[in-house]
């Protein structure tokens, strides 16, 4: 069966040559960087070259770049670190309420142990207004985090504006880029960013190796404390395999990433305009323009997401959603409450996040696919009660 | 993650439908939740003589509604009663842990459509009782330190009982 | 030039089977294990496999294995995690003077915000007397850790005799066993730990993946807080190609644990007999026979590790060494001042950590290479007053 | 980790010894930093006409005595004064950070040398200076909050100086 990856945000395929920069260090190249002999050597100066090509794809310099066991790692490194360091200043943070988990929950730690938080609000579209980052700011405030772009629907956040209100202000400002960078090109000198996180696979480099930018001069304490890999800032043998192939994957994004996001947003572009054709009371989530160039994100009334995704898998069609049944904690995505979408609605999520692997022929099938499906869980369905018809495609 | 009864089950539920003049109808879950199910029975000396639901949920909400409805039809209404939890779970082969709670949702709404016969039977008109979000079931409640997992703890709370 | 590879507790290669079991997952396999589709289902299935191997090589549940980045975030994660879920208990913390720097540098951070630690002594084998750890408990007790076997000297520790300590007060009780795990058997239920790190490279795993071994009904807090992967325990997409390496890694080192201390047992104690014959003024550090199997640590008087490392390097032999300008902290090592060694001794240490890849003939080279290296430095040393002599091979 | 001209005179270190008859000697370190660097000038018409070293340590902190020995001879001593820890890196075409404390130490030995010749001059006993383990130089010290590491914390403060 033809598979049809549009789950990109979950799983993007390692490239190629991604993978073959990876395997000599799962083979003849096994030493530890730490090493005073030259085994180590040869492996550090790999590790120093994908260092240099990860701050090149964010135009930082590659002593402002750690490397980490991915998004998570670096965002609650960024959070619990750089609040520790900066705890001279208070300890009120400020975030916004569509973050990802690895920053909600990781906020939620620390306010168990007595950090004060503002949440601030989104608009329907899911952005964040940088007046309310200017008004939320105390005396006490330690940290502003606000995700750059949300995995989930899409939508690009101010992030260059609240920057220079964190600057006017003094305050150190991080950014969650994971689902940004490599999607869309990132500059933290222009967006006046302290710390920015960031993960490999979005760019077609391995699951679970990342990196945390931080601005020479940006405070913050270690949250793996032990021998002085990374400067003393992240101690641990490196994951040396995954760290050479987000290098590597680094190098490729350089170049290619204006090709992606052309090549992506057409596509993105059709099932946003194509599916409410063909499917009644379809909405579409975030904003039309302002989103990630592979981020289609929609609602279909009446149905659950898991179940959609169960069908489509059958056919082949790999997505994700922000249902309550497919989050694992059970709980509709806070995201689209946050943007005033009603809770029933957005069990009906269906997110479809695509990447170079993806062509015009799979956006056919996936508009073929998914109507009867929906059409075939909507008759099951308590909550449709007229009688559902498909809308011929005009 | 579906075991192949599930996934029959799921692909083609049996009994799907409404029965226009249903003797009982029962419904449980919200929106919230991902999950509702609503039951209508036609009783017939005492037997439930025919079983129908319709399902807004997951594929286990979808399999376990299909499944309570075989397990019911043609039972006595004692006998469905006692259709628990644990009975459906069993006869779907398994469940994956975090989707307990909709082998627990399957059971009430046949149970609620029962009580809503049992009270039209007594001429008493039914309260359906409401839902709250916290039916809700939470894959971490088996973890060591449910305190470190706040974000799940009422739901925790509510499926260990 | 030949290679002899005696560094191994820095780096051990990774095993052929192993290589051959990640590729997949660099390839065609680059699912997320948190996906609801299928291709995230296969994941998930072949890291469950990996759980149950190391289960098994430490004869745990699959359940209370969490896979983390590493030696260290188990570590950190052990200690800092496990004092916050037993904050009721209080706030004292009992390590012993020899704890690897994750171990070391975390508890460190712990004593910022407040922890009370005791630091237990050792005796100039290296070995903490559990008697010590009855005697250092307070009701305050929260948790103890204490390694299993340390990394520089091979010493190993009494730790089924601490846990029992530990059980009969109830407190819990981790283990650094990263560099026991893979060398000699190590079973969870006979040494009544409640926590273990392991790393995966010291049985020919790759680097930067490990495991904290958690007993069904420790308290332990996240570490890193997000997404629900490893039970809502250790957030953040997994580092599949890792874990699956650690899995097939171990699965390897439940068959072969045995063969791998028989191979390296009688090499070491070569070194250890030999090098004292060939060159004078020459200590054996840690235990005789108390001691990892493949760990020959010795020191050379008069003469600094590095300088000898370089020589060794240039001829193909790779080693590790204790002295300050290896550490890269520019201490010496914190062990050896334990032990009651000199620090101006302890600069002329050298680590012999030996694998499966060593032969006698390596060691013939090593005894060979070594006493003109040293010999050589001596002469230039202004500590070598003596007219420096080679002593004839016996 | 160390370049071509550093290993040349790591592996073939010049003016390596004693001078029985010296005019001056100096040195520095301890072992406890791992370094410890002695000097033995011999001086005539106020210029170095030997010089030797002896030394424990790294291979920076050899190279760095080979390399001090080299530029020092046939140098006047105010010239060999001048002999800083930034020409010394600069002759071997860099050290790497964390060796830097190592040229520090090498011309501290020479200048203690020079210094001993003088006092000796002067007819007065030279009291050495006796060098505690904070010479020890930090790896970590250019990192972004001295404070987070705290165990190198004098080694930082000390070679930032
Ligand atoms: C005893 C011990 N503990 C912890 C560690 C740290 O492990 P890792 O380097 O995987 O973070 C090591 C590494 O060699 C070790 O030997
Ligand atoms: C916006 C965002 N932040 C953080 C993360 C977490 O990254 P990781 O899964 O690499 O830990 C993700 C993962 O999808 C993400 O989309």
């Given at each position: 069966m033809k598979i049809i990856n549009m789950d990109h945000v979950a799983a993007s395929p390692i490239l190629p040559e991604v993978a073959d920069a990876m395997i000599p260090f799962l083979k003849?190249?096994?030493?530890?960087?730490?090493?005073?002999?030259s085994m180590g050597e040869e492996v550090t100066e790999a590790i120093d070259e994908a260092r240099e090509k990860v701050a090149e794809l964010i135009n930082a310099?590659?002593?402002e770049i750690y490397f980490t066991s991915g998004g998570t790692e670096s965002n609650n490194w960024a959070l619990k670190g750089g609040l520790f360091a900066n705890r001279a200043k208070g300890a009120h943070l400020i975030t916004s309420s569509i973050e990802h988990f690895s920053i909600m929950h990781a906020i939620k730690a620390l306010e168990k142990i007595g950090v004060e938080v503002t949440r601030l609000p989104v608009d329907k579209y899911g952005f964040i207004d940088p007046d309310d980052v200017r008004k939320a700011?105390?005396?006490?405030?330690a940290l502003i985090s606000v995700m750059s772009a949300n995995n989930e629907i899409g939508t690009i956040e101010p992030i260059g504006e609240i920057g220079k209100i964190a600057k006017e202000f003094n305050i150190p400002f991080h950014t969650d880029a994971v689902a940004t960078v490599g999607a869309i090109p990132v500059d933290v000198q222009n967006l006046n960013v302290d710390m920015m996180s960031l993960a490999s696979n979005p760019f077609y480099g391995p699951h679970g190796v990342g990196a945390l930018y931080v601005r020479k001069g940006a405070r913050i304490s270690p949250l793996l404390d032990g021998g002085?890999?990374?400067?003393?800032?992240r101690a641990g043998t490196e994951n040396v395999i995954g760290i050479i192939g987000m290098g590597k994957a680094a190098e490729i994004a350089i170049r290619e990433i204006q090709n992606r996001s052309n090549h992506v947003r057409p596509l993105r572009d059709r099932l946003m305009k194509e599916i409410p054709l063909t499917i009644e009371e379809v909405g579409l989530v975030g904003h039309p323009t302002e989103r990630l160039p592979g981020n289609a994100s929609l609602t279909v009334r009446y149905v659950e997401g898991e179940s959609m995704l169960l069908f489509l898998d059958m056919e082949g069609v790999k997505i994700a959603s922000g249902s309550a049944c497919i989050s694992r904690s059970l709980k509709v995505s806070h995201v689209m409450l946050a943007m005033g979408i009603d809770a029933g609605t957005a069990q009906g999520s269906l997110l479809f996040t695509l990447g170079i692997d993806n062509t015009n022929e799979d956006v056919d099938d996936v508009i073929r696919i998914l109507p009867p499906i929906v059409q075939r869980l909507r008759d099951m369905s308590p909550l449709y009660k007229k009688t559902g018809r498909l809308k011929a495609v005009s | 993650m579906y075991n192949e009864t599930v996934m029959d089950h799921f692909t083609?539920?049996?009994?799907?439908?409404?029965?226009?003049?249903?003797d009982g109808v029962g419904s449980v879950g919200n929106p919230a939740c991902g999950d509702i199910m609503e039951f209508h029975i036609k009783v017939k000396d005492n037997i439930l003589e025919d079983v129908k639901f319709k399902t807004f949920g997951c594929g286990a909400a979808i399999a376990v509604s299909s499944m309570v409805s075989e397990l019911a039809k043609g039972k006595t209404l004692a006998e469905a009663m006692l259709i628990t939890n644990e009975s459906v779970i069993e006869a779907l082969e398994g469940l994956p842990k975090k989707k307990h709670h909709c082998s627990n949702l399957g059971a009430d709404a046949l149970h609620r459509a029962i009580e809503d016969y049992q009270e039209k039977q007594k001429g008493e008109t039914f309260e359906k009782p409401v839902d709250s979000p916290e039916v809700c079931s939470c894959p971490v409640c088996d973890v060591n330190d449910p305190e470190e997992a706040p974000y799940c703890a009422s739901a925790c709370a509510r499926s260990s009982k």
């Amino acid at each position: 069966m033809k598979i049809i990856n549009m789950d990109h945000v979950a799983a993007s395929p390692i490239l190629p040559e991604v993978a073959d920069a990876m395997i000599p260090f799962l083979k003849e190249k096994y030493g530890n960087p730490s090493s005073m002999h030259s085994m180590g050597e040869e492996v550090t100066e790999a590790i120093d070259e994908a260092r240099e090509k990860v701050a090149e794809l964010i135009n930082a310099k590659p002593q402002e770049i750690y490397f980490t066991s991915g998004g998570t790692e670096s965002n609650n490194w960024a959070l619990k670190g750089g609040l520790f360091a900066n705890r001279a200043k208070g300890a009120h943070l400020i975030t916004s309420s569509i973050e990802h988990f690895s920053i909600m929950h990781a906020i939620k730690a620390l306010e168990k142990i007595g950090v004060e938080v503002t949440r601030l609000p989104v608009d329907k579209y899911g952005f964040i207004d940088p007046d309310d980052v200017r008004k939320a700011i105390t005396p006490a405030t330690a940290l502003i985090s606000v995700m750059s772009a949300n995995n989930e629907i899409g939508t690009i956040e101010p992030i260059g504006e609240i920057g220079k209100i964190a600057k006017e202000f003094n305050i150190p400002f991080h950014t969650d880029a994971v689902a940004t960078v490599g999607a869309i090109p990132v500059d933290v000198q222009n967006l006046n960013v302290d710390m920015m996180s960031l993960a490999s696979n979005p760019f077609y480099g391995p699951h679970g190796v990342g990196a945390l930018y931080v601005r020479k001069g940006a405070r913050i304490s270690p949250l793996l404390d032990g021998g002085i890999q990374e400067g003393g800032y992240r101690a641990g043998t490196e994951n040396v395999i995954g760290i050479i192939g987000m290098g590597k994957a680094a190098e490729i994004a350089i170049r290619e990433i204006q090709n992606r996001s052309n090549h992506v947003r057409p596509l993105r572009d059709r099932l946003m305009k194509e599916i409410p054709l063909t499917i009644e009371e379809v909405g579409l989530v975030g904003h039309p323009t302002e989103r990630l160039p592979g981020n289609a994100s929609l609602t279909v009334r009446y149905v659950e997401g898991e179940s959609m995704l169960l069908f489509l898998d059958m056919e082949g069609v790999k997505i994700a959603s922000g249902s309550a049944c497919i989050s694992r904690s059970l709980k509709v995505s806070h995201v689209m409450l946050a943007m005033g979408i009603d809770a029933g609605t957005a069990q009906g999520s269906l997110l479809f996040t695509l990447g170079i692997d993806n062509t015009n022929e799979d956006v056919d099938d996936v508009i073929r696919i998914l109507p009867p499906i929906v059409q075939r869980l909507r008759d099951m369905s308590p909550l449709y009660k007229k009688t559902g018809r498909l809308k011929a495609v005009s | 993650m579906y075991n192949e009864t599930v996934m029959d089950h799921f692909t083609n539920p049996r009994n799907v439908g409404e029965i226009p003049d249903a003797d009982g109808v029962g419904s449980v879950g919200n929106p919230a939740c991902g999950d509702i199910m609503e039951f209508h029975i036609k009783v017939k000396d005492n037997i439930l003589e025919d079983v129908k639901f319709k399902t807004f949920g997951c594929g286990a909400a979808i399999a376990v509604s299909s499944m309570v409805s075989e397990l019911a039809k043609g039972k006595t209404l004692a006998e469905a009663m006692l259709i628990t939890n644990e009975s459906v779970i069993e006869a779907l082969e398994g469940l994956p842990k975090k989707k307990h709670h909709c082998s627990n949702l399957g059971a009430d709404a046949l149970h609620r459509a029962i009580e809503d016969y049992q009270e039209k039977q007594k001429g008493e008109t039914f309260e359906k009782p409401v839902d709250s979000p916290e039916v809700c079931s939470c894959p971490v409640c088996d973890v060591n330190d449910p305190e470190e997992a706040p974000y799940c703890a009422s739901a925790c709370a509510r499926s260990s009982k």
